[in-house]
Nanobody
């Protein structure tokens, strides 16, 4: 069984920066793709960014250069750096991982979400 623990959200002012973290732990064979999604009030969940175990990243259509995804494979942790935060970045940010269990079956797992609120 795999667990995800997210951290780093909070209430910030426009122009601030945040780094979100999501750490995977438990019993598994490997962690493959890791990603961040976000869901703003009244909107659908959307992809922010995804990163492979090899470090290749892809960003969602609505995401600008203010977002950077990275990961530390040794720690099974994915990060999302957000710079120059804007009110429209207010959302619940969810971590998502795709992993192989000990039998090498593939599973998807969502984190519990971390709230980011940008307000002056």
């Amino acid at each position: 069984q795999v667990q995800l623990v997210e951290s780093g959200g909070g209430v910030v002012q426009p122009g601030d920066s945040l780094r979100l973290s999501c750490a995977a732990s438990g019993s598994f064979f490997s962690i493959n793709d890791m990603a961040w999604y976000r869901q703003a009030p009244g909107k659908q969940r959307e992809l922010v960014a995804t990163i492979t175990s090899g470090g290749s990243s892809l960003y969602g259509d609505s995401v600008t250069g203010r977002f950077t995804i990275s990961r530390e494979n040794a720690k099974n942790t994915v990060y999302l750096q957000i710079n120059n935060l804007k009110p429209e970045d207010t959302a619940v940010y969810y971590c998502h991982v795709r992993y192989l269990n000990r039998r090498k079956y593939e599973y998807d797992l969502w984190g519990q979400g971390t709230q980011v609120t940008v307000s002056s």
